[in-house]
């Protein structure tokens, strides 16, 4: 399903900046879907489109609270047990081989990392606890640090390269309604 965004309002957003623009797209996407990714509505996307949803969930996460926050609400399997990690170094391939650069390679390599990390304390991290508990979770499994200050490191690198790929091959996330 190609939800219809009016050519207007991407222009207006890219013109805010990529966080904008990025989130306009993923935006009308989950809107067009009833604003859940779930089992149902998963089969109506396009592998294109479950991408961005997919980053757009670890970009919210991570900035907010981590891996340890992504894995304990339950995304660990969404990001880590599907090809999110391939589809990051094939996105890269298509806009990186003109600049030379590695960052969505390099971001794929992280979250082969992340799952590494997750087949190990996946079991632990999403146990029930309480806020206390969860915040002990931090302190309990520091090898989550490195991820977390690698991504925000380069979180806006990865979104930029991210915006340029979804800005190339807008046609993949939402059909475009001329203004007239």
Not at 9 to 33: P, V, Y
Not at 78 to 104: C, H, Q, Y
Request: net charge negative.
């Amino acid at each position: 399903m190609l939800p219809t965004l009016p050519e207007s309002r991407i222009i207006a957003a890219a013109g805010e900046g990529m966080d904008a623009f990025l989130h306009l797209i993923s935006d009308t996407i989950l809107e067009a879907i009833g604003g859940e990714l779930n089992a149902q509505t998963m089969p109506e996307l396009n592998g294109e489109q479950i991408t961005l949803l997919a980053y757009r969930m670890l970009h919210d996460e991570v900035t907010d609270g981590g891996f340890i926050q992504l894995i304990h609400n339950g995304l660990g399997p969404f990001i880590f047990l599907n090809p999110f990690a391939k589809a990051m170094r094939l996105w890269g391939e298509k806009v990186e081989a003109d600049s030379g650069t590695s960052i969505l390679h390099d971001f794929s390599k992280l979250i082969y990392k992340g799952r590494q990390l997750y087949e190990q304390y996946g079991n632990e991290l999403t146990r029930p606890c309480s806020e206390d508990e969860f915040m002990a979770l931090f302190e309990q499994y520091p090898d989550f640090d490195d991820l977390d200050d690698t991504f925000i490191e380069n979180e806006e690198d990865i979104t930029a390269l991210i915006a340029h790929y979804v800005d190339e091959n807008l046609d993949q996330f939402v059909q475009i309604q001329t203004d007239n």
